[in-house]
């Protein structure tokens, strides 16, 4: 009954109504600060209290109006019972986001089981970092990247949240999934070694995997009644696309999807749009187009443990485009690929 009624919600919901939807779940999905369970019922009782005092006159109005025409109340929620439906999920954001919410923690674990307390290791654009969790997982995470996971593992799965980008080389535990929760998306396993892409600005989350098999599992759209599960092998690639909400396998070499961990940068017909984005974090530096048709370029390239100035150099040698490098930002201006046809051309390669 609770999801019927949320869906028909969401079917006449507002635009800024669907974008305050998205943070509150996107927020529940997420590790959030410990608290007393009965202090926040207390508080959450007491704010919908006032709701509803709010709403009597909405409802008075109601009652009048049924009584007018010689009808009856609808029980349906009419608007100031749909907003009364919304304020009650809003507040129980507000509650959160004031570190007095910790229900999630309590109901994720088994009855006895102390609420989970979560680490969070962040790394700025330019910088990289390995972290060792609890069960013997070595994580690998890259520039302009969080993740948020647990001091030690217990109950029936090991949660972590991850922001950015990072290589997973798994503890294998059959008793025990591996789960990654990415926005409102999960990629799960047992015991192996792949890398997520999920950068909030980019267009779509991307899962490569190098050994073993790795469920990604889309979260359910609104129309849906569940949710979809992908299951990809080595020198696979699943793709979701934020816009369309389309899920794609894709063939390509697993190991180059490890290789940002070594020091490397490799780019396989990729946009310079994406290879700008690409830049920034590794360098840290903020990249602008004097044109912009140049984002559509593709650029095929392999580096080792190269300096900005020299991938620059490198890059130089297509004879496609030339750049300035003042402070720390990178201006990208040239003759680049064919204006009006760039995706159908051969990718620049170096």
């Not at 709010?54 to 100031?80: C, K, M, N, S, Y």
């Not at 954001?93 to 229900?103: C, I, K, P, Q, S």
């Not at 830049?279 to 912009?292: A, G, I, K, S």
Request: net charge neutral.
């Amino acid at each position: 009954m609770e999801r019927e009624v949320l869906h028909a919600w969401l079917a006449q919901a507002t635009e800024e109504e669907r974008l305050v939807y998205d943070e509150i779940r996107l927020f529940w999905q997420g590790p959030k600060p410990v608290a007393n369970p009965a202090d926040t019922a207390r508080a959450f009782d007491r704010l919908l209290a006032r709701i509803d005092e709010a709403e009597q006159p909405a409802l008075a109005g109601e009652a009048a109006e049924a009584d007018e025409t010689g009808g009856r109340v609808v029980a349906l929620p009419r608007p100031a019972r749909w907003r009364r439906l919304w304020l009650a999920a809003a507040s129980v954001a507000v509650l959160a986001t004031g570190g007095t919410v910790a229900y999630r923690q309590y109901l994720a674990q088994p009855s006895g089981l102390a609420p989970l307390s979560y680490e969070e290791r962040t790394n700025p654009r330019g910088t990289k970092s390995k972290v060792l969790l609890a069960d013997g997982t070595a994580v690998w995470l890259n520039a302009d990247s969080r993740l948020s996971f647990p001091a030690t593992f217990s109950g029936a799965r090991r949660e972590v949240y991850l922001e950015g980008e990072a290589f997973f080389d798994v503890k294998r535990n059959e008793q025990m999934p591996f789960i990654i929760h990415v926005g409102t998306h999960e990629v799960r396993v047992l015991g192996t070694s792949f890398n997520v892409k999920a950068y909030k600005e980019d267009d779509a989350v991307e899962t490569a995997v190098v050994t073993g098999r790795v469920a990604f599992i889309r979260a359910a759209l609104p129309a849906a009644a569940a949710r979809d599960t992908i299951y990809v092998v080595p020198d696979q690639k699943v793709v979701y696309s934020k816009a369309s909400h389309e899920l794609r396998v894709e063939q390509v070499n697993g190991r180059d999807y490890a290789s940002w961990n070594q020091r490397s940068l490799i780019f396989q017909a990729t946009p310079l749009a994406e290879v700008a984005k690409t830049l920034e974090r590794q360098y840290n530096v903020t990249v602008r187009f004097e044109d912009e048709r140049l984002r559509n370029c593709r650029l095929t390239g392999r580096f080792k443990d190269q300096s900005l100035r020299e991938v620059l150099r490198l890059i130089e040698m297509t004879r496609a485009f030339d750049f300035e490098l003042q402070n720390s930002t990178l201006l990208i201006k040239g003759l680049g690929c064919d204006a009006e046809t760039p995706e159908s051309l051969k990718p620049l390669t170096i």
